[in-house]
């Protein structure tokens, strides 16, 4: 607990920046655009409740609102103060509005919205640094401290579970994060199986479970054996007229157990075939929370998927994947109709609707974003952000490209094929009606199929919204005639593919590249805009290219002057940060550099918080070159002085000092080194945890760090593309 605390602050933060420090370089007293004036250290003691609450001028804000947007009242403050513990000893501990937490030269993640707690060693009197903040002004913040277990333990507060259905015979997956609570590496045993667990490190793993569901609802239960001690794990009993039922997956991405929620419809039979509902939820809401406000469906099952976390990635990046993952386990376990796949959001679902129906056209019936945002510069303005001030560099240039895809108007002519249908509430004071009215524009000159249903005395949300009538009416009524397809894209990292095309390479990476589409019976007819190559894999005929007739059959099509077939062809993407995160992934520190560790287990536990997700740390004595070979993992390297086997040592060695890297290792597989001898960089390090693995931020292949990203932000990092070769067969 803090009682009292030292606060200094408002600085005026750039929306969603990193790198920035407020405070670089130390002084006793800053300066802050908000208040006229110096600003210094200034007590702040905390409430009976223990929330510690930052007084605001509010006149002052709705001023700077006006002024700036949005992004003008992203205040952020800094925070120092006395821990109040009885003895020595490691800590569960759960920030309010902190994300991570300063201890000396430790560094500690904590879950930002207080949904789960982090642990760190803590003395009586230890004094812990954090920054608060937030849009809309300073928000009370709250530190809660209490004594962690003295050995590794289950922790209970995060379980991915399923739900069963009576009398059914479950075989699949439930999620189980261990934690070590001790300064020492430990070995524990679940389930016949041995994990590793770093100090202080949590790690959420996959069981497999085979239960027999009892014939009426209720609860049962397995057993987990952790350290050969039975661990009861209950599971609820459900019928499919629950206002939800959970299912877990085992996910490709870092395999992960991840979940999803499900709205079976009226009178279910699986002997029937169903439409589906891929309903996306908004930020702070939880799948099952969104699928219990939706009324059973007569014609669809209705999935709720996860964004990985209540909050996530704005159903971006790991976000998106994890819709399209659970879509894809749900059309393996029910019988779903794919012709009749709708897509559904409400404010940030909104947003995921618009990111997915432009980026993947040719899955979706129609499309429903609801009180939607269409991007988050439209949404939170980013005019404020430090690099923005001081001009723009190649890196910036390049970073800023690297986020096109995102930029869901510029992708708006993919949805000539695809209906939409907007609803719209007029007194919205979340996500401005703007939006609607600007994505109704657009579409309206581009000549689409779409309806904007406007609810003027409505606000953000309203009971019932999911389930408005018109709305539904306009998506089973509207209709695309159009012979003629077309497919956009400025990232095939994201989508590549649509209407039986696969693109392999642009000309030019992160420019906008595809084509339009005719088919007229044996023969296809395509236009390209920046594409080297291509294949139709269940296309068997002549295809007419840019003005070239081919015999087709399955062939990769590939641009010399002029298009010409090719089998066994190896293709050349760029790779980019978040490309080492989107498999199974093992990050390794050197085990001669103290510091390095301690960045591991804070990559591992922010990637468990912020994705749901699965990070296993090694120390780099424990590769040796069979295990290298033998692994399909991908690497995160930690550290100047790792100690590799030659297979990896020798493109180790390739990696400049201060610089964080990818580096292909063959041709499915990766290795990101952050490879940093002078100790000043390593707080840099922490800050690009949150640009490495969460939405918003897309990296190049290599970033060459600078202590001056503290004042200069992105424009202190110089940076740029690698590529990695894969072959079509």
Same mark, same amino acid.
């Given at each position: 607990?803090? &009682? !009292? @605390?030292?606060?200094?602050?408002?600085? $005026?933060? +750039?929306? =969603?920046?990193?790198?920035? *420090?407020?405070?670089?370089? #130390?002084?006793?007293?800053?300066?802050?655009?908000?208040?006229?004036?110096?600003?210094?250290?200034?007590?702040?003691?905390?409430?009976?409740?223990?929330?510690?609450?930052?007084?605001?001028?509010?006149?002052?804000?709705?001023?700077?609102?006006?002024?700036?947007?949005?992004?003008?009242?992203?205040?952020?403050?800094?925070?120092?103060?006395?821990?109040?513990?009885?003895?020595?000893?490691?800590?569960?501990?759960?920030?309010?509005?902190?994300?991570?937490?300063?201890?000396?030269?430790?560094?500690?993640?904590?879950?930002?919205?207080?949904?789960?707690?982090?642990?760190?060693?803590?003395?009586?009197? &230890? !004094? @812990?640094?954090?920054?608060?903040?937030? $849009?809309? +002004?300073? =928000?009370?913040?709250?530190? *809660?401290?209490?004594?962690? #277990?003295?050995?590794?333990?289950?922790?209970?507060?995060?379980?991915?579970?399923?739900?069963?259905?009576?009398?059914?015979?479950?075989?699949?997956?439930?999620?189980?994060?261990?934690?070590?609570?001790?300064?020492?590496?430990?070995?524990?045993?679940?389930?016949?199986?041995?994990?590793?667990?770093?100090?202080?490190?949590?790690?959420?793993?996959?069981v497999r479970i085979h239960v027999k569901a009892p014939n009426r609802p209720?609860?049962?239960?397995?057993?987990?054996?952790?350290?050969?001690?039975?661990?009861?794990?209950?599971?609820?009993?459900?019928?499919?007229?629950?206002?939800?039922?959970?299912?877990?997956?085992?996910?490709?991405?870092?395999?992960?157990?991840?979940?999803?929620?499900?709205?079976?419809?009226?009178?279910?039979?699986?002997?029937?075939?169903?439409?589906?509902?891929?309903?996306?939820?908004?930020?702070?809401?939880?799948?099952?929370?969104?699928?219990?406000?939706?009324?059973?469906?007569?014609?669809?099952?209705?999935?709720?998927?996860?964004?990985?976390?209540?909050?996530?990635?704005?159903?971006?990046?790991?976000?998106?994947?994890?819709?399209?993952?659970?879509?894809?386990?749900?059309?393996?376990?029910?019988?779903?109709?794919?012709?009749?796949?709708?897509?559904?959001?409400?404010?940030?679902?909104?947003?995921?609707?618009?990111?997915?129906?432009?980026?993947?056209?040719?899955?979706?019936?129609?499309?429903?974003?609801?009180?939607?945002?269409?991007?988050?510069?439209?949404?939170?303005?980013?005019?404020?952000?430090?690099?923005?001030?001081?001009?723009?560099?190649?890196?910036?240039?390049?970073?800023?490209?690297?986020?096109?895809?995102?930029?869901?108007?510029?992708?708006?002519?993919?949805?000539?094929?695809l209906p939409v249908v907007i609803l719209q509430g007029g007194k919205d004071?979340?996500?401005?009606?703007?939006?609607?009215?600007?994505?109704?524009?657009?579409?309206?000159?581009?000549?689409?199929?779409?309806?904007?249903?406007?609810?003027?005395?409505?606000?953000?949300?309203?009971?019932?919204?999911?389930?408005?009538?018109?709305?539904?009416?306009?998506?089973?009524?509207?209709?695309?005639?159009?012979?003629?397809?077309?497919?956009?894209?400025?990232?095939?990292?994201?989508?590549?593919?649509?209407?039986?095309?696969?693109?392999?390479?642009?000309?030019?990476?992160?420019?906008?590249?595809?084509?339009?589409?005719?088919?007229?019976?044996?023969?296809?007819?395509?236009?390209?805009?920046?594409?080297?190559?291509?294949?139709?894999?269940?296309?068997?005929?002549?295809?007419?290219?840019?003005?070239?007739?081919?015999?087709?059959?399955?062939?990769?099509?590939?641009?010399?002057?002029?298009?010409?077939?090719?089998?066994?062809?190896?293709?050349?993407?760029?790779?980019?940060?978040?490309?080492?995160?989107?498999?199974?992934?093992?990050?390794?520190?050197?085990?001669?550099?103290?510091?390095?560790?301690?960045?591991?287990?804070?990559?591992?536990?922010?990637?468990?918080?912020?994705?749901?997700?699965?990070?296993?740390?090694?120390?780099?004595?424990?590769?040796?070159?069979?295990?290298?070979?033998?692994?399909?993992?991908?690497?995160?390297?930690?550290?100047?002085?790792?100690?590799?086997?030659p297979f990896l040592d020798n493109m180790y060695r390739k990696v400049k000092?201060?610089?964080?890297?990818?580096?292909?290792?063959?041709?499915?597989?990766?290795?990101?080194?952050?490879?940093?001898?002078?100790?000043?960089?390593?707080?840099?390090?922490?800050?690009?945890?949150?640009?490495?693995?969460?939405?918003?931020?897309?990296?190049?292949?290599?970033?060459?760090?600078?202590?001056?990203?503290?004042?200069?932000?992105?424009?202190?990092?110089?940076?740029?593309?690698?590529?990695?070769?894969?072959?079509?067969?």
């Amino acid at each position: 607990m803090l &009682d !009292t @605390v030292l606060i200094i602050g408002p600085f $005026l933060a +750039g929306v =969603r920046e990193g790198f920035v *420090d407020y405070l670089h370089p #130390p002084a006793e007293e800053y300066r802050s655009p908000v208040v006229p004036g110096p600003i210094v250290w200034k007590p702040l003691p905390a409430d009976t409740d223990g929330y510690f609450r930052i007084e605001v001028d509010t006149a002052r804000l709705r001023s700077l609102n006006e002024e700036h947007g949005l992004a003008g009242i992203n205040l952020l403050y800094y925070v120092k103060g006395a821990v109040r513990v009885d003895t020595p000893g490691v800590y569960l501990v759960r920030g309010r509005r902190i994300g991570s937490l300063r201890l000396q030269d430790h560094r500690y993640a904590l879950n930002y919205y207080g949904d789960y707690e982090g642990l760190a060693f803590l003395k009586p009197g &230890d !004094t @812990v640094r954090f920054a608060v903040g937030g $849009l809309g +002004g300073a =928000r009370p913040f709250k530190l *809660d401290v209490r004594r962690a #277990p003295d050995t590794p333990f289950i922790y209970y507060g995060d379980l991915t579970l399923p739900d069963l259905l009576v009398g059914e015979a479950y075989e699949g997956y439930v999620g189980i994060t261990l934690a070590n609570p001790t300064l020492k590496t430990v070995k524990v045993k679940l389930q016949g199986r041995s994990y590793a667990l770093q100090p202080l490190s949590f790690l959420k793993v996959p069981v497999r479970i085979h239960v027999k569901a009892p014939n009426r609802p209720g609860t049962t239960a397995v057993d987990i054996h952790l350290n050969g001690r039975p661990h009861r794990i209950k599971l609820a009993v459900k019928r499919p007229s629950a206002p939800y039922v959970r299912r877990t997956f085992l996910s490709e991405i870092d395999s992960s157990v991840q979940y999803y929620a499900v709205k079976f419809p009226k009178r279910y039979s699986p002997r029937r075939k169903y439409g589906l509902v891929l309903s996306l939820h908004g930020a702070g809401v939880k799948a099952e929370n969104r699928c219990r406000n939706h009324r059973p469906r007569d014609r669809e099952i209705v999935v709720c998927p996860t964004n990985r976390r209540r909050w996530g990635f704005d159903w971006e990046d790991w976000g998106r994947m994890d819709a399209l993952e659970a879509l894809n386990d749900a059309l393996g376990k029910f019988n779903v109709n794919r012709r009749s796949i709708y897509l559904m959001g409400t404010s940030m679902g909104g947003h995921g609707v618009w990111h997915l129906c432009t980026s993947y056209p040719s899955i979706w019936k129609a499309c429903m974003p609801a009180a939607a945002w269409l991007s988050i510069d439209l949404y939170i303005p980013t005019h404020l952000q430090r690099h923005r001030l001081f001009g723009k560099t190649p890196f910036v240039s390049l970073q800023e490209r690297l986020y096109q895809q995102a930029r869901t108007t510029q992708l708006f002519e993919n949805l000539l094929n695809l209906p939409v249908v907007i609803l719209q509430g007029g007194k919205d004071d979340n996500v401005p009606p703007f939006h609607a009215l600007l994505a109704s524009d657009i579409l309206s000159r581009l000549g689409a199929i779409y309806r904007l249903v406007w609810r003027e005395e409505r606000g953000h949300w309203w009971d019932g919204s999911l389930d408005d009538p018109e709305l539904w009416r306009w998506a089973y009524r509207l209709k695309v005639k159009r012979k003629t397809r077309r497919f956009y894209t400025y990232d095939l990292g994201v989508s590549d593919s649509a209407f039986g095309i696969r693109l392999l390479e642009t000309q030019t990476p992160f420019y906008r590249a595809g084509f339009t589409l005719r088919r007229s019976g044996r023969t296809l007819y395509l236009q390209t805009e920046n594409v080297k190559s291509l294949v139709i894999p269940d296309f068997r005929g002549k295809v007419v290219i840019d003005g070239d007739t081919l015999a087709y059959s399955g062939e990769v099509l590939v641009r010399y002057k002029r298009w010409r077939k090719m089998r066994g062809y190896v293709y050349r993407r760029p790779v980019l940060f978040r490309d080492v995160f989107s498999r199974p992934f093992i990050i390794v520190f050197s085990s001669s550099e103290p510091w390095s560790r301690d960045v591991a287990v804070f990559y591992a536990n922010a990637w468990w918080s912020y994705a749901n997700g699965r990070a296993p740390i090694l120390p780099d004595t424990a590769l040796n070159e069979s295990f290298v070979r033998g692994n399909t993992h991908n690497l995160v390297i930690i550290g100047s002085k790792a100690k590799l086997p030659p297979f990896l040592d020798n493109m180790y060695r390739k990696v400049k000092e201060g610089r964080v890297e990818v580096v292909p290792l063959t041709y499915d597989r990766l290795m990101l080194v952050e490879k940093v001898a002078d100790t000043a960089l390593v707080p840099l390090l922490y800050s690009l945890v949150p640009s490495s693995v969460r939405s918003v931020r897309a990296m190049p292949s290599w970033i060459e760090l600078d202590v001056k990203a503290k004042l200069f932000g992105l424009n202190a990092l110089r940076g740029g593309l690698k590529f990695s070769s894969h072959i079509w067969r």
